[in-house]
């Protein structure tokens, strides 16, 4: 029960952070298109095998010079869920107003409590697609292999597909 409640505290801290640091990051005036260190993802999803899950990440952002313009992200990001946690490194393109976007990124996931559809206890590596088609909506699709398998080991969820959909900006 202590680390139900120890979740609960950490996804909430997460959520406020995220919302705090999108709340001034707004701005219509770009005038140029150097790159930046800068907050550059977030969001809150529901998926396998992380359940409900929480995510942040920043790196190098480079805004477009205009409203129509791409905007481009190389960052760091960490996911928390009720079945495990997730690191992730990749490349993130967004472009117009309406929120499009298309990242890749390279994972390790540790997955514990009740994971969906995975091995509990386990560190897997690999690989994801991220798609918000319009307004931060959208989800991403993954696939990983498990590490630190004994020889003999059970065949059974060494190789998963994860996914995820929710709200990300």
Not at 72 to 77: E, S
Request: hydrophobic share 40%; with cysteine.
């Amino acid at each position: 029960m202590r680390y139900a409640r120890g979740s609960v505290g950490v996804f909430v801290t997460m959520l406020a952070l995220c919302a705090g640091s999108r709340a001034g990051a707004q701005s219509s005036d770009r005038t140029d298109a150097h790159w930046k260190l800068d907050r550059c993802l977030g969001g809150i999803t529901f998926g396998a095998p992380q359940k409900l899950a929480v995510a942040f990440g920043g790196g190098f952002v480079r805004e477009g010079m205009s409203e129509h313009s791409s905007d481009y992200c190389a960052f760091g990001a960490a996911k928390l869920g009720l079945g495990g946690a997730r690191g992730s490194i990749g490349f993130a393109q967004s472009k117009g107003p309406n929120g499009l976007g298309l990242a890749l990124s390279a994972d390790v996931l540790r997955t514990f409590g009740a994971p969906l559809g995975a091995t509990r206890m386990r560190t897997y590596a690999g690989t994801s697609l991220h798609v918000w088609p319009v307004f931060g909506l959208g989800g991403d699709i993954g696939y990983f292999v498990r590490l630190g398998d004994a020889r003999g080991a059970s065949t059974l969820k060494r190789h998963i597909v994860t996914w995820s959909v929710g709200f990300g900006f």
